[in-house]
């Protein structure tokens, strides 16, 4: 089966920095769409960021500007860059991508992974 796997979770400071990476099991040049999405206790999961294969990219309007998403298809790897991290940024990160050429189910989710900015 297909994984995906997010690291670079941690501790942040307020004004910091965080980059997060998700390493998958498959090549991801020919994905769809790939993203970040967050969670935190009691909330529904909220769009971070998305990436299509085209390169048109969506960032949520709370990250826009301090977020980057991007990819890198030598090591089948998707990334987001997260700079000037505010507290409200606290949450489970989790990794997303949609293609066809992995087969069934198309739709793949990370298991996360946990950011905290705090002083």
């Known amino acids: 089966q297909v994984q995906l796997v997010e690291s670079g979770g941690g501790l942040a400071q307020p004004g910091g920095s965080l980059t997060l990476s998700c390493t998958t099991s498959r090549s991801i040049t020919y994905i769809t769409t790939m993203g970040w999405y967050r969670q935190t206790p009691g909330k529904e999961r909220e769009l971070v960021a998305t990436?299509?294969?085209?390169?048109?990219?969506n960032y949520a309007d709370s990250v826009k500007g301090r977020f980057t998403i991007s990819r890198d298809n030598a090591r089948n790897t998707m990334i987001l860059q997260m700079n000037s991290l505010k507290p409200e940024d606290t949450a489970v990160y989790y990794c997303y991508a949609r293609t066809m050429a992995w087969g069934p189910p198309y739709n793949y989710w990370g298991q996360g992974t946990q950011v905290t900015v705090s002083s």
């Open positions: 990436l299509t294969t085209g390169g048109a990219s």
